[in-house]
């Protein structure tokens, strides 16, 4: 019974330092945490849109702090190859919900208002994963940099 409240108190699906991915929730930050760092940097605008997924999907609605879910989910994929990480976030993953981990893959990875090589390299390699239909992917990745226009 212990082990239910700790996950509670923390938000997450261990209550600690996770070894696993566990839940679409799980799967869908993982994808976005592998997308802000396929760049090899991590800008405070990320971490921020990172934040904002929590805020923003439903799926996060019991995590009660933010930064400790991202640590436990930066602890179950540290180490573990993007591959791996992509196929059990794909495992753990309904259609609809794959889409929903691209679209907010494409989202935190133009955060910073620019997508590298390295982002367009794994946001390719996350749609052929994730079945992600080209035709979707593409209006996908034509609609989220209209998000951060500012002229």
Same mark, same amino acid.
């Given at each position: 019974?212990?082990?239910?409240?700790?996950?509670?108190?923390?938000?997450?699906?261990?209550?600690?330092?996770?070894?696993?991915?566990?839940?679409?929730?799980?799967?869908?930050?993982?994808?976005?945490?592998?997308?802000?760092?396929?760049?090899?940097?991590?800008?405070?605008?990320?971490? +921020?849109?990172?934040?904002? &997924?929590?805020?923003?999907?439903?799926?996060?609605?019991?995590?009660?702090? $933010?930064?400790? +879910?991202?640590?436990?989910?930066?602890?179950?994929?540290?180490?573990?190859?993007?591959?791996?990480?992509?196929?059990?976030? $794909?495992?753990?993953?309904?259609?609809?919900?794959?889409?929903?981990?691209?679209?907010?893959? &494409?989202?935190?990875?133009?955060?910073?208002?620019?997508?590298?090589?390295?982002?367009?390299?794994?946001?390719?390699?996350?749609?052929?994963?994730?079945?992600?239909?080209?035709?979707?992917?593409?209006?996908?990745? $034509? &609609?989220?940099?209209?998000?951060?226009?500012?002229?």
């Amino acid at each position: 019974m212990a082990n239910i409240t700790k996950k509670k108190a923390c938000g997450c699906a261990c209550g600690a330092a996770k070894e696993a991915l566990l839940t679409p929730a799980d799967a869908i930050m993982a994808v976005a945490i592998l997308a802000v760092s396929s760049d090899g940097k991590l800008d405070k605008s990320e971490i +921020y849109d990172l934040e904002n &997924v929590l805020i923003m999907n439903p799926l996060f609605k019991e995590v009660e702090d $933010a930064g400790g +879910y991202l640590s436990c989910i930066a602890s179950a994929i540290a180490n573990k190859g993007r591959g791996t990480v992509l196929k059990k976030a $794909a495992s753990l993953l309904s259609q609809s919900l794959r889409e929903t981990a691209y679209a907010w893959a &494409v989202h935190v990875a133009a955060s910073d208002r620019k997508v590298v090589g390295a982002e367009h390299k794994f946001l390719s390699e996350l749609r052929k994963e994730l079945k992600i239909h080209g035709v979707l992917a593409g209006k996908i990745n $034509a &609609v989220v940099p209209m998000l951060y226009r500012t002229k």
